[in-house]
Structures are given as C-alpha cells and as structure tokens.
C-alpha cells in the first residue's frame, strides 16, 4: 500500500491550499484517514481525521479554516486549507488505516510529506 501526497507549496498569509493523497496497491478497504503535520523542532500533531462513513475531527487550531474530506471510489483524501497562517507551516502527512484482504487486520500507512509555507 502506497500514499501520495501532493498540493504543498508557498502562500501567503491569508491564502489557500488544497492537499491530496492517494492511496493504492492492495486495498479491501480504508478505515480512518487522515493528516497529520510537523512543523520544524516541533512533535508531529494530528491535524484531521476522517472515517469511512464521513465523520470528521480537526485539532483545536484549524477548526473552521481547514476541511477534511474523501472519495471512497477514488481512495482518496482531502485537506482544504483556507485562511492560512505562518504557524500552519509544516511538512504534512496523510494517513490511513488500510485492510489489505479480508482475512488480515488493518494496519497504518503514511505518505511521504508534503511542505507547506506559509509567509507573513
């Protein structure tokens, strides 16, 4: 199973950005999804998450300015980013918890990061 993340770049203050990530390889099917961010000296933080019925969480610091969301046809996930801030400036991560067949449990798998800068 492979995720790839894309849609990083520069913005300023107050823009937007849109992430993706895709998933494939062998997949019965997506649990949860989801970003997670780590910004440089700092712990990577969840940022939002997804299940695979569409119920959402967001840390405390974008709720309201970031949108998670996905296309179980597609296996893809989402992360709509509107008024930006220098202190949402991180490599972001998606993640989803996959199961490969039928017969086995589902594991975790991560994408490679994606930056976002965002300058003031």
């Known amino acids: 199973v492979q995720l790839q993340a894309s849609g990083g770049g520069l913005v300023q203050a107050g823009g937007s950005l849109r992430l993706s990530c895709a998933a494939s390889?062998?997949?019965?099917?997506?649990?949860?999804m989801g970003w997670y961010r780590q910004a440089p000296g700092k712990q990577r933080e969840l940022v939002a998450t997804i299940t695979s019925s569409g119920s959402t969480t967001y840390t405390d610091s974008v709720k309201g300015r970031f949108t998670i969301s996905r296309d179980n046809a597609k296996n893809m996930v989402y992360l709509q980013m509107n008024s930006l801030k220098p202190e949402d400036t991180a490599v972001y991560y998606c993640?989803?918890?996959?199961?490969?067949?039928?017969?086995?449990?589902?594991?975790?798998?991560w994408g490679q990061g994606t930056l976002v800068t965002v300058s003031s």
């Open positions: 390889g062998s997949i019965f099917r997506i649990n949860a």
């Open positions: 993640a989803a918890e996959v199961k490969k067949n039928v017969m086995v449990r589902a594991s975790n798998y």
